[in-house]
């Protein structure tokens, strides 16, 4: 009668434990945050379009423009200005300080005016011209078009002021031996994963000497092959670097079992890959591997 007993209390840990495995495929918590107000005029500047791209010959200008708004609720001051532009490690450190053979794009450009008073809603243009010089380097070169905010005037000099800094990447393509080559190195989608969200990455390599957008879409499918969730990007290789290209799903359930399908194209090349992942958090597949050692010596138990 023991034996029994014993034996059907791991059959019903079975039981449960498969129970909350199911359960799991259909229950999505929900979080959602309420962003405070405190009813102050609110200071924000964008800028379009996020970057510019040229191409021009050695020894040429041409003159172009991008827009400022003043997207907030008080008037302000900003001044425009450029920087080196360049990138580091697969993660694309995006860095505005040092100097390379390709980030010397900045030192091409001349604005015709610096500083500027905008109103709430209000856009301005702001107007520029680059200068390209004899012998520059064929390929590509790179720098940031800066508008910034300026802090307004204060009889306060113990107050902290933080300024607000948006930008604009500047792509310049100088015409000569131009070349334009990278090959896809990996995917990846590790089959375990222990929490939200769906994590995958493609790493592409640039070998040319210019940059070039790679265009992913990534399809994400239940076990009935239902698609549960679509994502599309367009993302800049820059030349001699490799670039981890990353897609995050936060919404997916804390379990369950799903296919990722990652399509990529970039220059003339195409590339298909796909991976199944599990997402099940830590206690469950310890609950679930306790169930099934407890069912399987019960069972061993019983067949003696």
């Known amino acids: 009668m023991t034996m029994m007993r014993t034996l059907t209390n791991y059959r019903l ?5 498969l129970f909350m495995l199911l359960a799991g495929l259909f229950f999505t918590p929900q979080a959602g945050a309420v962003e405070a107000d405190d009813g102050a005029p609110r200071e924000q500047i964008t800028l379009s379009p996020v970057s510019k791209s040229h191409t021009i010959k050695s ?41 390379t053979e390709r980030s010397n794009a900045y030192r091409w450009v001349q604005f015709d005016k610096t500083k500027w008073d905008i109103k709430p809603g209000e856009t301005v243009t702001v107007k520029y ?15 940031v078009m800066f508008a910034e905010t300026q802090p307004k005037d204060s009889d306060d000099d113990s107050s902290v002021v933080r300024n607000k800094r948006v930008g604009s990447v500047l792509k310049v393509r100088v015409e000569g031996d131009v070349v334009e080559q990278g090959k896809h190195l990996s995917f990846n989608a590790p089959f375990l994963q222990n929490r939200p969200p769906l ?39 820059y030349p001699d670097s490799t670039r981890a290209l990353e897609f995050n799903w936060q919404g997916v359930n804390w379990f369950g079992l799903y296919k990722v399908e990652m ?24 609950v679930a591997v306790f169930a099934v050692i407890g069912g399987g010596y019960a069972f061993f138990r019983h067949n003696r």
């Open 129 to 143: 011209t680059l200068r390209v010089p004899d012998g520059a380097t064929p390929g590509g070169h790179y720098g």
């Open 199 to 237: 994590t995958s990455v493609e790493r592409i390599e640039n070998t040319g000497n210019v940059d070039f957008d790679v265009t992913q879409l990534m399809t994400v499918k239940d076990i009935f092959g239902r698609t549960k969730y679509t994502d599309k990007k367009i993302q800049t290789v």
């Open 263 to 286: 399509s990529s194209e970039f220059l003339d090349q195409s590339q298909d890959s796909s991976n199944y992942v599990l997402i099940a958090p830590v206690w469950l597949l310890v």
């Open 59 to 99: 020894g040429e200008s041409l003159n172009d423009s991008f827009k400022v708004i003043n997207s907030g609720d008080t008037t302000f001051s900003f001044s425009v200005y450029a920087r080196p532009f360049s990138v580091s490690g697969e993660q694309y450190e995006q860095d505005f300080v040092s100097l």
């Open 13 to 17: 840990l079975i039981v449960g434990s």
